[in-house]
């Protein structure tokens, strides 16, 4: 039994020694082959496919409208299982229908609320293909990697649901995003960046003959956590050098005012 994941992100080489199951990694880079997922279910009949959609960490890409349709196309011709983590997805100005929305028979989605409410509220809510399929998975017996949501963080999240609490804390998580997205468009202004304003994360290409790793160590001498791109890789695989930023990270905007100017004073676009 095989698992196809897509993206460079999970840390494929910790997967790799934790799952019973082989995984292939379909990459971004240099870019995404429109038939690779259909070649692997030809050749190698995986049982599943995992993929971050919105925001993929760490290259921040939204997957299109049509390649979710393209997967869910192939997916449910060859039979393959889709774990969809739009862990994201919240927090974007304009969410995207979700791949298992598509093929809501054959999809696993996940919405987790770490990202989106608040880094200690460790909970998500699960869509099954059908009631029958989750309880095999999840209940009972199976412990592996399962016991029971954290009572606590349960009973906070359904709460915050029941009185709308919910959604004015995602208006505030959001307008506090675009206060940091407008500081990192002011600061970095004159280098090459990618993201997108719903975004807790930045991904910055660098230019050719920059060591990611060496540009990385430099910024963490000066006291700021950056991400270089092989962080994210498998070992046999080489990703382009680029930094991940993450500006969701900081406490205030103060302290992501101060770790920015510090990026940008060693960011090769800005000398």
């Not at 003959?209 to 070992?235: F, H, M, P, R």
């Amino acid at each position: 039994m095989r698992f196809v994941m897509v993206s460079p992100d999970s840390r494929q080489p910790r997967c790799r020694c934790q799952a019973e199951n082989p995984l292939i990694a379909l990459s971004r880079f240099p870019k995404p082959a429109l038939n690779a997922f259909e070649d692997v279910c030809k050749e190698t009949k995986p049982a599943a496919i995992y993929l971050l959609t919105t925001y993929q960490n760490p290259t921040t890409v939204t997957m299109s409208l049509g390649r979710r349709a393209h997967i869910a196309k192939i997916a449910r011709r060859y039979g393959v299982k889709i774990i969809e983590d739009d862990v994201y997805s919240l927090l974007s100005p304009s969410p995207l229908t979700p791949i298992s929305a598509m093929a809501p028979e054959i999809s696993w989605y996940l919405l987790g609320t770490a990202k989106s409410f608040a880094a200690g509220l460790k909970l998500a809510y699960l869509v099954a293909p059908t009631a029958d399929e989750a309880a095999c998975v999840f209940w009972p017996g199976v412990r592996a990697t399962y016991w029971m949501a954290t009572p606590m963080s349960a009973a906070l999240m359904s709460g915050f649901i029941r009185r709308g609490d919910d959604q004015a804390i995602l208006s505030a998580v959001k307008a506090e995003l675009r206060n940091r997205h407008e500081l990192l468009d002011r600061i970095l202004c004159n280098c090459r960046y990618v993201t997108d304003p719903g975004c807790l994360h930045v991904w910055l290409p660098l230019p050719e003959g920059t060591s990611s790793k060496e540009l990385a160590a430099a910024i963490k001498s000066d006291g700021v956590q950056v991400a270089d791109s092989s962080s994210y890789a498998s070992q046999t695989f080489v990703p382009p050098e680029a930094i991940r930023v993450g500006i969701g990270n900081p406490e205030t905007i103060s302290v992501l005012d101060r770790g920015l100017a510090t990026l940008h004073r060693h960011l090769p676009l800005s000398k």
